[in-house]
């Protein structure tokens, strides 16, 4: 008996949300035609125009900053492999061997901890800071519904009191349904309309410490890589001191000339002759 009670029960749950559905079809299709009026909130509109553009400046912002990521480890790998080949190629007899090791040590450690520190800093304070959206997203929708079953309820209750052929029941009931579709709706209107203004103007911080956290992060780890370039410079001008006479000069190559420079000194040196015709004429003869 329990069971088929419960079965009962949720099979009544569907046939309601089956009829809330078509109910707020038939509402919608009227205000559509004209047929029926439809509650407006135009402060409330321009809040959710706010939120939707909030959100898609947002989830923007978390797709290029996860390319940055991407892209400092990338950049992490190329300098890692960079520096391996350093070591394979400084022979164990030149000085500076073990300097120029630790300074690699120390590159890999200082990429390992910029990347860290911008997904900790950067990344996911973005993704709390998107989290919050899709809730709020679900709850405007459904606030919509709720206000479709308000109209529909108004709709219903004034139908009743302007008929030929007043039921005082059916409008006792009609006004119940249509004071509890208010209640709930105000409820979620107002909770909303706090929310909305608070979340849009919210914006301006965000983004002020995301991107006062990754150019802070980033300044901080050039600073430290500059430093460790230094000492590598120094252990390499300290091998190219030790081993002076051997010095390999690059000498420029010379520059192929393409058929957009011939071209162009072909114009130049037509440009340069005297014209055809125009030849400038012999000086006269002495006594002349």
Request: hydrophobic residues 30%; aromatic residues 6%; glycine residues 4%.
């Amino acid at each position: 008996m329990a069971e088929m009670g419960s079965k009962g029960v949720t099979a009544g749950k569907i046939a309601s949300n089956v009829q809330k559905k078509l109910t707020r079809a038939q509402e919608k299709v009227l205000q559509k035609l004209g047929k029926a009026d439809e509650t407006k909130d135009e402060q409330f509109e321009q809040c959710v125009q706010n939120f939707n553009k909030q959100l898609t400046e947002g989830t923007r912002l978390q797709k290029d900053l996860r390319t940055y990521l991407a892209s400092v480890k990338a950049m992490h790998e190329a300098s890692k492999k960079l520096n391996e080949c350093l070591q394979e190629v400084y022979e164990p007899d030149w000085p500076g061997r073990d300097e120029a090791s630790k300074i690699a040590e120390n590159n890999d450690l200082l990429w390992v901890d910029y990347h860290q520190k911008l997904v900790d800093q950067a990344l996911l304070t973005m993704d709390t800071y998107l989290g919050q959206f899709p809730d709020i997203k679900s709850r405007i929708a459904k606030r919509g519904r709720k206000l479709v079953d308000y109209d529909s309820a108004r709709h219903h209750y004034e139908s009743l009191q302007t008929a030929k052929k007043k039921d005082e029941a059916k409008i006792a009931k009609a006004e119940e349904e249509l004071i509890k579709a208010q209640k709930v709706f105000e409820e979620m209107n107002v909770d909303l309309q706090e929310e909305l203004p608070s979340l849009w103007n919210s914006r301006v911080g965000f983004y002020v410490n995301t991107f006062q956290s990754i150019a802070g992060l980033e300044e901080n780890f050039h600073k430290e890589m500059s430093k460790l370039n230094q000492n590598l410079n120094d252990v390499l001008v300290s091998l190219e001191k030790e081993h002076g006479s051997n010095t390999f000069t690059i000498k420029a190559q010379p520059r192929k000339k393409t058929k957009l420079f011939s071209r162009l000194r072909r114009k130049k040196n037509s440009d340069n002759a005297p014209a055809k015709g125009n030849k400038s004429p012999s000086p006269p003869p002495d006594g002349s």
